[in-house]
């Protein structure tokens, strides 16, 4: 049974930062490429980050570039989002996801989702 939780959500004020973390289980990580994505309340949800299996590819949403970092340990099966300047349009309930194919990683055709972690930020 594959399990993916986060952890690390929590509110903070503007300018501050955030490390989301994701721990699996019950899959092969280091086979596994990980995105982040986040629903917003009244919005759809969308792409943050993704990170190839070896950690070599990063792609991020222009909204976030710069500003978050994606990075794994596969010897831990945990995939980390550090988020600095973090900004109020940052608030969001972040998912994180696996996907075992690593095609498309910035769509939401992942195989595994995790329950997501609430992230506000306060003006």
């Known amino acids: 049974q594959v399990q993916l939780v986060e952890s690390g959500g929590g509110m903070v004020q503007a300018g501050g930062s955030l490390r989301l973390s994701c721990a699996a289980s019950?899959?092969?990580?280091?086979?596994?490429?990980m995105g982040w994505f986040r629903q917003a309340p009244g919005k759809e949800r969308e792409f943050a980050a993704a990170?190839?299996?070896?950690?070599?590819?990063?792609y991020y949403a222009d909204s976030v570039k710069g500003r978050f970092t994606i990075s794994r340990d596969n010897a831990k099966n945990t995939v980390y989002l550090q988020m600095n300047s973090l900004k109020p349009e940052d608030t969001a309930v972040y998912y994180c996801?696996?996907?075992?194919?690593?095609?498309?990683?910035?769509?939401?055709?992942?195989?595994?989702w995790g329950q997501g972690t609430q992230v506000t930020v306060s003006s």
């Open positions: 990170i190839s299996w070896s950690g070599g590819s990063t």
């Open positions: 019950g899959l092969t990580f280091s086979t596994y490429a």
């Open positions: 996801a696996a996907r075992r194919i690593p095609a498309g990683l910035t769509r939401g055709e992942y195989d595994y």
